[in-house]
């Protein structure tokens, strides 16, 4: 089974920009959709943005225009490249692949002033 790790989280003030990372244990090469899901304190889970095979993307909500998703299987790394930055942002981020595997620890973003 992979394991993800998540990375790249901080605290920026509204209109900054992050870049996450996510590192896979094992190639990713096979595995056809991943995702950026968050969760915010009290919150439920929600999906932020995927990514099926190389290139093809899906949004959710307020991700949508700010942040980009790609990945790249030689690094069996998954990126979020997330834009103008809210406080409705706030939150701990995770990836994951579809279907699920289990999920890392993942990395805090706090966007305040």
């Known amino acids: 089974q992979v394991q993800f790790t998540e990375s790249g989280g901080g605290s920026v003030q509204p209109g900054g920009s992050l870049t996450l990372s996510c590192t896979a244990s094992g190639s990713i090469t096979k595995i056809w959709t991943l995702g950026w899901y968050r969760q915010t304190p009290g919150g439920q889970r929600e999906l932020v943005a995927l990514i099926y095979g190389e290139s093809q993307t899906n949004y959710e909500g307020s991700a949508k225009g700010r942040f980009t998703i790609s990945r790249d299987n030689t690094k069996n790394t998954l990126f979020l490249q997330m834009n103008e930055l809210q406080p409705e942002d706030t939150a701990v981020y995770y990836c994951?692949?579809?279907?699920?595997?289990?999920w890392g620890q993942g990395t805090h973003v706090t966007v305040s002033r």
């Open positions: 994951n692949s579809v279907p699920y595997n289990a």
